[in-house]
């Protein structure tokens, strides 16, 4: 059941002329199967949608695609298939450059058909095509023609040693000459992906393809090698190769060029140790250029996605209505960003689910003092700035928004790799709840005071405020009244009373008629103490009875929330990284000192 509009509100904001029109809303979110084609998905749901128009959705409600995966899914696919098959053509080149365009053109033919073979295996195995898997052909691509790189240029070898023997008897006799090392050094390379395998948790499933599909390439890039280029040397070489060689004898203008530059080096110990010196120096020295911060180092580069998310979380016990105003004002914000195309404002409830939702637990976001922005960015192709540029702009406007103590405002991106709960996440364990918050609000100060640390958080925030109505049996007794009654008539004040339904046709479900007090309006004053409890019958008389007269309220602070880790009590400090240099090692490092 979806919650009440006094329990979450949902709006989206658009552009209209030069301002923000906003207008309440409905977000639905769709999801495919597994093995589905995103892309199939969503082109078949909109195709639904423009088929309901004017039937079961009326022309006063507007319909808007405010985040679509599936054109998102196809954007990177086919970008990163034109980067395999930029890496391609940049291989063939190189080969045809280095050893020979015969070579080059046998090296075309072999790495699409191990990309294929290798597809082929996937779909077996139940991977899809996705941007993982491709991924992993693209970082497999330079080291599967390594294999045939080997068994080409040593056939080419032999047949320039102009023997006698026959081009078909040559090719047999380089193939078995180089066989077995090529062997070993496939499985090696097999050897070295296959423990990513193994990665539990949450990393699991978003790693595997790469070991899987880069393993059964390199494996189908040796029978590849040792069977279709071999044979398509043979059927490349040219009339005249018949009866002798295809390559000059001599070294080529590659090994002449490596002959001059390395024999200075080798021609005498001394040389030697002298180069072998330099090298270790200049190793030192690029090594050094990290720890003095000359070059800032990163896992994975930032993605430039055409979405963003603010994350609102108010001090515990903060009212519906003031998250929503909040909102609002963070929405202002974003929305003086050109751009931004469009918002969607979520109070009391999480955003639709994302890759966030799933890693970071945004799904179970649910309070009143809980809210998201999704920010809408314009295409990438249509906006100068990257995702990135445009969050931190969007995090520097937003720390002059007015906010409560103890309030947190973040500004989230779509981590463009392994799934994590934060770039910067401490874990604080201890004997107790109060030394643990202690150390933990100790670390928190040392994230703050570092410049390049942002959306500084902890998991245990501040305590909610608790309203306690304690019923007086005494007076209770005197008006002749009983708990119940007092209990049920606080039950109806600060939780409604429904009085029916409202049928509707269509068979939709029925509209409920309740009477509640507004959120607002359930807070202990002087109205709520005047508020009619029961009629009884005192000193000959009738009277209503009130509910400040029977019971007394009590303002207290709720309990500390309580995280575990491995079943371990603990607290947890979290931070991301925003500046020059934004790898979690240089947080760490900064911290540390």
Do not use: C
Not at 434 to 455: H, I, K
Not at 561 to 582: H, S
């Amino acid at each position: 059941q979806a919650p009440r509009e006094d329990q979450a509100r949902a709006a989206h904001y658009a552009r209209a002329g030069d301002g923000w029109s906003r207008t309440p809303a409905v977000s639905l979110a769709i999801a495919k199967r597994q093995g589905a084609n995103a892309v199939v998905v969503s082109h078949g749901v909109m195709q639904r949608v423009e088929a309901l128009k004017g039937t079961l959705i009326p022309d006063g409600l507007k319909v808007v695609v405010t985040r679509d995966y599936g054109e998102t899914a196809n954007e990177k696919a086919n970008e990163l298939l034109m980067h395999l098959g930029l890496a391609t053509v940049s291989i063939v080149i190189l080969i045809g450059f280095a050893i020979g365009w015969r070579e080059a053109g046998v090296t075309a033919v072999v790495i699409p058909t191990t990309i294929l073979l290798t597809l082929f295996a996937s779909n077996l195995m139940g991977y899809t095509i996705n941007r993982v898997s491709l991924f992993a052909l693209i970082f497999s691509i330079g080291i599967l023609v390594d294999d045939a790189i080997v068994m080409i240029e040593n056939i080419a070898r032999h047949w320039a040693m102009n023997d006698g023997r026959s081009r078909a008897q040559a090719t047999v006799e380089a193939v078995a000459e180089v066989g077995n090392p090529t062997v070993v050094a496939t499985l090696t390379v097999v050897a070295a992906l296959l423990p990513m395998l193994f990665v539990s948790g949450l990393m699991g499933p978003y790693m595997a393809p790469i070991p899987i599909n880069a393993s059964a390439a390199m494996v189908f890039s040796f029978f590849v090698a040792v069977v279709i280029a071999p044979w398509l040397m043979i059927r490349l070489a040219r009339k005249s190769l018949a009866g002798g060689h295809g390559h000059d004898v001599g070294e080529g203008r590659l090994g002449r060029l490596y002959r001059k530059v390395a024999t200075p080096v080798i021609r005498t110990r001394r040389s030697a140790w002298t180069f072998l010196i330099v090298v270790g120096l200049a190793t030192l020295l690029a090594m050094s250029m990290f720890g003095f911060r000359a070059v800032p180092v990163k896992l994975l580069p930032f993605d430039n996605k055409s979405e963003l998310q603010v994350v609102l979380d108010m001090p515990e016990g903060t009212s519906l209505e003031t998250t929503e105003r909040t909102l609002a004002g963070a929405a202002a914000v974003a929305g003086s960003l050109s751009e931004v195309e469009s918002l969607e404002s979520y109070a009391g409830t999480a955003a639709p689910f994302n890759f966030n939702g799933l890693v970071r637990h945004y799904f179970l976001r649910a309070g009143a003092e809980q809210g998201d922005l999704a920010v809408m960015l314009a295409p990438k192709g249509e906006r100068d700035r990257s995702s990135h540029a445009i969050a931190l702009d969007l995090r520097r406007r937003l720390a002059d928004l007015p906010l409560p103590a103890g309030s947190s405002l973040k500004v989230v991106e779509a981590p463009p790799g392994p799934p994590v709960l934060a770039t910067l996440l401490a874990e604080v364990y201890g004997p107790d709840p109060a030394t643990r918050r202690a150390v933990a609000a100790e670390l928190e100060t040392l994230f703050r005071a570092e410049p390049s640390v942002v959306d500084v958080d902890n998991s245990y925030g501040v305590r909610r405020p608790v309203l306690r109505l304690i019923p007086d049996r005494e007076k209770i007794e005197r008006f002749g009244l009983s708990e119940r009654e007092v209990q049920d008539s606080i039950a109806a004040v600060m939780g409604g009373q429904v009085l029916g339904y409202a049928a509707r046709d269509d068979e939709r479900t029925p509209v409920e008629i309740a009477v509640r007090l507004p959120q607002s309006a359930r807070t202990w004053n002087e109205q709520m103490a005047v508020m009619p409890v029961a009629v009884t019958t005192i000193d000959g008389g009738r009277r209503l009875v009130e509910l400040g007269e029977v019971v007394e309220a009590r303002q207290e602070l709720a309990g500390w929330p309580v995280y575990r880790r491995d079943g371990r009590a603990a607290e947890m400090v979290t931070a991301e990284l925003a500046g020059q240099f934004e790898a979690p090692i240089y947080g760490i490092l900064a911290i540390d000192a």
